[in-house]
């Protein structure tokens, strides 16, 4: 097939409306489904209405590969084929993750503004890196991740299951996305990364606040990226059993802006992923009558509902991107050097070829592409997994009568084009109190440990500068004033009045 794109092949620039055209600053309800070129678009209230409805519009229309409209009208590739999709990416030598190769970014097509720079503008990381440069970086990750083990991430698990359970459980009603499924990945994530619990729930709303792109996003990294910054800062001092303490002491001998810039991505991609496998696969346990009435009347495992959630409904709907490093073909379409590729996850799990019939169950079949495949490969989607896994299980032991509060049909998702969110999941079950998980209860000692330690330091250092200041006054002939009654301390007193505190 001969590309749809007739000037990308001479490098031209795509038209740009002058200002006051219409086109600029179109409202988001009047950006209707195709574009120039007749191009169906991945955004717009048309495309985030049904985006599973969109691919197999795209695939009928032009089979493994279709070219499609970003935001800004940006042309682009999405891959709806599964083995379209593995030769992509397990090819980087034809299919790089370089977004500088973008032929947008090299004509200065693309505004400062784009919605799109967040997810593909270069970083000097191993998610835009091939080759030696990416082994280097992706190794360092690779390897701090690798000493978690899961017996390690399910106590912390538990303990943050427990503290959301018992904060809903006398109440009998609770909304498991907000209230459960948003906040435990991040929870879970700043104990791997060796940040103090203090953390945790204001990196929840930054994060949240980050991947949605609102007004405060920008604020909203800076705080992420401070945060990082200070508990590199103290591991340097102190390492620890954690992420950041083994990255700063890898071999690959990374440096600090390194560390932190693979932090921030490891925690804002582990935690959007994983919130969105714990919601869709806590939805398929509430809902899906196999997880219940599977081999004959026994329950489908866990694990397997995990494995079905993977094929239908990916954490990530499509991944931006690859781009060419020359003229090649794929999926009968003729890709120009320099052109932008999308990875359809779930277009590519639900390829006919693959899947002649979606009703067909996959337990135990790992070859979804949610994770991707290739050099790329997710690293850290065993601990993503066993965090959703684990934290289900542990829900469902605590109330073990959950069900679903409202009619399925009630349930509504938001998509954006990279992904798709349930937006709310409401429950009831049988009032309950739930006793604190003992790490909590112990953490909470350690917290008012420091705290006290913290106030005896500076009570000590207040009082040596007022027996310093004391001392001061008698040499040069003239005394402090005192309090009557009061007597004088010196740093003996001062040191024995800790002790006897």
């Not at 619990?197 to 949240?208: I, M, N």
């Not at 693979?262 to 969105?276: D, I, Y």
């Not at 991107?321 to 020359?326: D, E, H, L, P, Q």
Request: net charge negative.
């Amino acid at each position: 097939m001969t590309t749809p794109f007739p000037d990308a092949s001479a490098g031209s620039a795509a038209p740009t409306p002058p200002p006051g055209c219409p086109a600029h600053g179109l409202a988001a309800d009047r950006i209707g489904p195709i574009g120039p070129g007749g191009l169906r678009r991945l955004y717009g209230p048309d495309a985030e209405a049904d985006p599973a409805g969109l691919y197999e519009k795209l695939r009928a229309e032009y089979g493994e590969v279709a070219p499609v409209l970003l935001h800004g009208d940006h042309r682009a590739w999405l891959i709806l084929g599964h083995g379209a999709n593995i030769t992509a990416m397990r090819t980087p030598s034809l299919f790089s993750r370089d977004s500088r190769l973008w032929t947008a970014f090299r004509t200065g097509e693309v505004p400062m503004d784009s919605p799109l720079l967040p997810v593909i503008a270069w970083q000097p990381i191993c998610v835009f890196a091939d080759g030696e440069e990416h082994r280097r970086l992706r190794g360092a990750v690779l390897d701090g991740l690798n000493r978690f083990d899961r017996r390690g991430i399910r106590r912390h698990v538990r303990r943050f299951t427990t503290d959301l359970v018992q904060v809903v459980g006398p109440t009998g009603r609770a909304e498991l996305i907000t209230q459960f499924a948003e906040h435990l990945p991040m929870l879970v994530m700043t104990k791997l990364l060796g940040m103090p619990d203090e953390y945790g729930p204001q990196l929840v709303d930054a994060a949240r606040d980050l991947m949605k792109g609102t007004e405060t996003a920008i604020a909203s990294n800076e705080y992420v990226v401070a945060g990082l910054r200070r508990t590199i800062a103290i591991k340097r001092e102190a390492p620890g059993d954690d992420l950041t303490s083994h990255l700063l002491a890898h071999p690959a001998r990374l440096t600090e802006d390194e560390v932190m810039e693979h932090l921030r991505v490891v925690l804002l991609a582990a935690n959007e992923t994983t919130v969105n496998l714990i919601a869709d696969s806590l939805k398929m346990v509430l809902t899906d009558p196999r997880f219940r009435a599977h081999l004959s009347g026994g329950q489908m495992t866990l694990g397997e509902a995990l494995d079905q959630v993977l094929w239908d409904s990916p954490p990530m709907s499509l991944v931006a991107g690859r781009w060419a490093t020359a003229d090649t073909e794929l999926g009968g379409q003729q890709i120009k050097a320099g052109d932008l590729l999308l990875l359809g996850l779930a277009a590519g799990n639900v390829d006919p070829v693959v899947r002649p019939d979606l009703a067909t169950p996959l337990y135990g079949n790992r070859s979804h592409l949610s994770f991707g495949a290739g050099p790329h490969e997710c690293p850290g989607q065993d601990i993503g997994r066993h965090v959703a896994e684990a934290g289900i299980d542990i829900l469902l032991t605590l109330l073990p009568d959950v069900r679903l509060a409202v009619p399925e049909e009630d349930l509504t998702w938001s998509s954006a084009w990279i992904s798709r969110h349930l937006t709310a999941l409401p429950v009831e079950f049988t009032p309950r109190d739930i006793e604190p998980d003992p790490e909590s209860v112990a953490e909470a000692e350690r917290a008012a440990a420091r705290r006290a330690e913290a106030q005896r330091l500076a009570d000590s250092e207040r009082a040596a500068r007022i027996e310093a200041a004391g001392t001061g006054a008698g040499a040069s002939g003239s005394a402090a004033p005192r309090v009557p009654g009061q007597r004088r301390r010196t740093w003996w007193t001062v040191v024995t009045d800790l002790f006897r505190r």
